[in-house]
Structures are given as C-alpha cells and as structure tokens.
C-alpha cells in the first residue's frame, strides 16, 4: 500500500497563510506552516521535496523549462547539512504567454506535481512530501478557494495513486 504525497504550504504573510489554510481546510493532504526565512523551508524536517523557481535552484542544475518542470537531487552535503533531498524546479512561462491566473496555477499545479508524481513511478516512496510556497500559487487576482480548488483537482488527477 502507498502512502499518500502530502501538499505542505509554507509563507510568511500570515493573513494569506491563514487564509489559504482556511480554504484547504476540508483537504487532509495539505498542511500550512509559517516562516521567517526561505533556509527554514529548506531545512523543514520531514519535508521531501521544495519548488524553487529556476535562479533559486541553479546550484541543483535547474535550467529554465518552459511549462513542464524536473525534480533535481540535492548534494550529499546539503542533506548532511538537514537540507530537503530534492528540489522541484521549472515551470516558466513563455514571454507572449497570455493565459489568465487560473490557467497559469492550473499548468503550474499540473506540472509540478506530475514531476513528483513522475519521480515516485521511477522511485517509489521517494517524494511523500512537496513543498510550495504561498506566494508561488496565490496568484493574483485569484481568491483562496479558488486556488484551493486548482491544487486539489491538480493533487487528484495527478497524485491520487502515488
């Protein structure tokens, strides 16, 4: 039997932290934590995979990918050091890209967690946990339970299973 990828949301605006924990409150697979700090991301205990957009993660090999993203390792050292062992990187938008701020979360959600999902095909129980942060997919002008709604049919479709 699998064990079910957790979502973890992790920002340091508590008015939207607590508001998009409010609109996930009936999603068990998603948990909320408040930080001061991007290395407290990094360091989360428990947590197995971050999104860092790709001039974050450039020291992991991330490399600017239009509308797909990768999972990259982190070095020995990092996760000697208590840092998370994987980074989900990617996920750029094309310049003349038009599309409106769901249709930006929805592909954005859809294509990072098809990367975890991906990756635990291939390595299974590796990624039981991924990490965003809030202001990666709060977008504006979108409202809580509208996001609420994109990530979690985005979790149904592409992590039921994993």
């Avoid at 079910?4 to 009936?26: H, P, Y």
């Avoid at 990624?127 to 942060?133: A, E, H, T, Y």
């Avoid at 990666?136 to 299973?161: G, H, M, Q, T, W």
Wanted: proline share 7%.
């Amino acid at each position: 039997m699998s064990t079910r990828v957790k979502i973890w949301i992790f920002d340091n605006d508590g008015i939207r932290l607590a508001s998009l924990e409010a609109a996930f409150a009936d999603f068990r697979q998603a948990s909320f934590f408040k930080f001061e700090k991007l290395p407290e991301v990094l360091h989360a205990r428990g947590l197995d995979a971050v999104y860092l957009s790709p001039p974050y993660a450039e020291r992991w090999g991330a490399r600017p990918i239009f509308e797909r993203a990768e999972i990259l390792r982190t070095s020995p050292a990092d996760r000697a050091g208590g840092m998370v062992p994987f980074v989900l990187s990617g996920i750029l938008f094309k310049p003349d890209d038009v599309r409106e701020p769901s249709s930006r979360l929805r592909l954005f959600m859809d294509s990072a967690l098809e990367a975890a999902a991906s990756f635990n095909r291939e390595n299974p129980g590796a990624i039981r946990s991924v990490g965003f942060l809030g202001q990666n997919i709060a977008f504006d002008p979108l409202r809580p339970e509208e996001v609420a709604s994109i990530v979690r049919r985005a979790y149904e479709e592409k992590l039921s299973e994993t």
